[in-house]
């Protein structure tokens, strides 16, 4: 009796749990999720750690639909793409991610296909890149008016300016400030204009001083410390185009605050090479030493390829100027070889999807061709359709006016025999009257007389 009550106990505890895990899923709301994709836009990495952190301990894997599924692995993965050193709980399926997108109401769509493919782009993974980048436009294309068009738009024209296609990445850049209606989306519009300045060794245009007054008046209005960062990042980058190392300096210590104290470690690792290749250039070889010790403290197994031949050509000026050579000599030919790599399967992803895009403009062509010719064939089928009909109207009408021509000639000429059959018979007797006698008289009187 004893164990029955135990089993019914524990019974009773497990369907209680399921039904508790159940009740707290229902927590993850359609509210619950647009506050996810709005951090995600934002960029606010801390509150999208506490929301993601939170929505993975009240509804655990297998409690969860296939939206709370793929909202949550794109949560992770947005993380994961700013912040290498905060795995989440559960491995991520990044293959399939793609297609479980899909899966998606279209309102999250673009915003995590945008995540997806930036994670491709840590990844080296260009091909997925485009592929995703492909994805991004044809949903965009589908639909008239977005709010998140800016931060799409951002995403293809960095994806773009990353790959060379220089010209579609300045039509998306001019198409986000275009689309911009808030401080973030201004400042983050404002940073590809000055991205892709920076990337194409473009000529210094008129407007630049405005426009990097423009950024650091909007940087005070921005709370997203990735953004401020970033913003941080272009003033830099503008200081020491002007020969201003100390003002570049001081922008370059607010962005590697701001990373530290939101957790960003992907963008805080790439501001510390930042840093230690200014010491380098001016000869602080000691800051070096002391930023690359700071450097050596992440796991530089996570890092991306990009950021990895920046600590190589950093490392190397460093055992340089130690005096190590062959030390120097190695890491130069490891940069190299995978500068070489990550060049090789770019353009290959580049050749492949300029083929691709070839292979369906063609098709597009053909289709349209098809169309055209169809088009065509259906306006001569109708024209020669209406010409049948027009000659077999013309017939008809024809037809109809020689019946009714006939007709009235047949009574013409039935009144006409009529009247002259009153005129030549009596009514009454029915035998011919003195005026057609008269007349058959004067007719054999005429012919007697010619004979």
Same mark, same amino acid.
């Given at each position: 009796?004893?164990?029955?009550?135990?089993? #019914?106990?524990?019974?009773?505890?497990?369907?209680?749990?399921?039904?508790?895990?159940?009740?707290?899923?229902?927590?993850?709301? %359609?509210?619950?999720?647009?506050?996810?994709?709005?951090?995600?836009?934002?960029?606010?990495?801390?509150? @999208?750690?506490?929301?993601?952190?939170?929505?993975?301990?009240?509804?655990?894997?297998?409690?969860?639909?296939?939206?709370?599924?793929?909202?949550?692995?794109? !949560?992770?993965?947005? /993380? &994961?793409?700013?912040?290498?050193?905060?795995?989440?709980?559960?491995?991520?399926?990044?293959?399939?991610?793609?297609?479980?997108?899909?899966?998606?109401?279209?309102?999250?769509?673009?915003?995590?296909?945008?995540?997806?493919?930036?994670?491709?782009?840590?990844?080296?993974?260009?091909?997925?890149?485009?592929?995703?980048?492909?994805?991004?436009?044809?949903?965009?294309?589908?639909?008239?008016?977005?709010?998140?068009?800016?931060?799409?738009?951002?995403?293809?024209?960095?994806?773009?300016?990353?790959?060379?296609?220089?010209?579609?990445?300045? %039509?998306?850049?001019?198409?986000?400030?275009?689309?911009?209606?808030?401080?973030?989306?201004?400042?983050?519009?404002?940073?590809? &204009?000055?991205?892709?300045?920076?990337?194409?060794?473009?000529?210094?245009?008129?407007?630049?001083?405005?426009?990097?007054?423009?950024? $650091?008046?909007?940087?005070?209005?921005?709370?997203?410390? /990735?953004?401020?960062?970033?913003?941080?990042?272009?003033?830099?980058?503008?200081?020491?185009?002007?020969? %201003?190392?100390?003002?570049?300096?001081?922008?370059?210590?607010?962005?590697? $605050? %701001?990373? =530290?104290?939101?957790? @960003?470690?992907?963008?805080?690792?790439?501001?510390?090479?930042? =840093?230690?290749?200014?010491?380098?250039?001016?000869?602080?070889?000691?800051?070096?030493?002391?930023?690359?010790?700071?450097?050596?403290?992440?796991?530089?197994?996570?890092?991306?390829?990009?950021?990895?031949?920046?600590?190589?050509? #950093?490392?190397?000026?460093?055992?340089?100027?130690?005096?190590?050579?062959?030390?120097? *000599?190695?890491?130069?030919?490891?940069?190299?070889?995978?500068?070489?790599?990550?060049?090789?399967?770019?353009?290959?992803?580049?050749?492949?999807? #300029?083929?691709?895009?070839?292979?369906?403009?063609?098709?597009?062509?053909?289709?349209?061709?098809?169309?055209?010719?169809?088009?065509?064939?259906?306006?001569?089928?109708?024209?020669?359709?209406?010409?049948? #009909?027009?000659? /077999?109207? !013309?017939?008809?009408?024809? $037809?109809?006016?020689?019946?009714?021509?006939? /007709?009235?000639?047949?009574? =013409?000429?039935?009144?006409?025999?009529?009247?002259?059959?009153?005129?030549?018979?009596?009514? *009454? $007797?029915?035998?011919?009257?003195?005026?057609?006698?008269?007349?058959?008289?004067?007719? =054999?009187?005429?012919?007697?007389?010619?004979?």
């Amino acid at each position: 009796m004893v164990i029955a009550r135990v089993i #019914l106990a524990i019974f009773s505890l497990i369907i209680s749990q399921q039904v508790n895990a159940e009740v707290k899923c229902q927590i993850f709301d %359609d509210k619950v999720s647009d506050r996810l994709i709005q951090y995600i836009k934002d960029s606010d990495l801390s509150a @999208a750690k506490l929301l993601v952190d939170e929505l993975e301990s009240i509804c655990n894997y297998g409690k969860r639909n296939t939206e709370q599924d793929v909202l949550i692995d794109i !949560g992770w993965l947005f /993380i &994961f793409n700013h912040d290498f050193i905060y795995p989440p709980k559960e491995p991520i399926d990044v293959d399939g991610l793609a297609d479980r997108i899909r899966l998606l109401p279209r309102r999250y769509r673009l915003i995590s296909y945008s995540v997806l493919a930036e994670h491709y782009i840590l990844t080296g993974d260009f091909s997925d890149v485009l592929n995703v980048t492909n994805f991004i436009e044809n949903e965009q294309r589908s639909v008239l008016v977005n709010s998140d068009s800016n931060y799409i738009y951002i995403n293809l024209s960095y994806i773009y300016s990353l790959v060379g296609f220089t010209k579609l990445a300045e %039509d998306y850049a001019k198409k986000a400030y275009e689309h911009a209606t808030s401080p973030i989306e201004q400042l983050r519009s404002l940073i590809v &204009f000055q991205n892709l300045r920076y990337l194409h060794s473009r000529e210094e245009e008129s407007g630049e001083e405005e426009l990097r007054t423009e950024i $650091t008046r909007l940087l005070t209005e921005i709370t997203s410390s /990735i953004v401020r960062a970033e913003g941080y990042s272009i003033l830099t980058e503008a200081e020491l185009e002007n020969g %201003d190392y100390f003002s570049a300096k001081e922008w370059l210590e607010k962005a590697l $605050t %701001d990373t =530290k104290k939101n957790g @960003a470690s992907r963008h805080h690792l790439n501001l510390l090479i930042t =840093k230690a290749e200014l010491a380098i250039k001016n000869s602080e070889y000691q800051e070096a030493l002391s930023t690359l010790e700071d450097i050596h403290g992440y796991p530089l197994t996570q890092i991306r390829d990009f950021t990895k031949v920046r600590l190589f050509s #950093l490392e190397a000026k460093v055992y340089q100027y130690k005096g190590d050579f062959e030390g120097a *000599l190695n890491l130069a030919r490891a940069e190299m070889l995978l500068s070489s790599e990550i060049n090789r399967k770019l353009n290959d992803a580049v050749v492949a999807d #300029l083929l691709a895009r070839y292979n369906s403009l063609e098709k597009e062509r053909e289709i349209a061709t098809l169309q055209q010719e169809k088009q065509l064939q259906k306006t001569l089928n109708s024209q020669q359709k209406q010409l049948i #009909l027009n000659y /077999i109207l !013309g017939v008809a009408t024809l $037809t109809l006016l020689l019946l009714i021509l006939f /007709i009235l000639f047949w009574r =013409k000429r039935k009144r006409a025999s009529h009247f002259e059959y009153i005129a030549s018979y009596d009514q *009454l $007797t029915q035998v011919l009257n003195r005026r057609a006698i008269n007349k058959i008289a004067e007719e =054999k009187f005429k012919s007697s007389n010619l004979s």
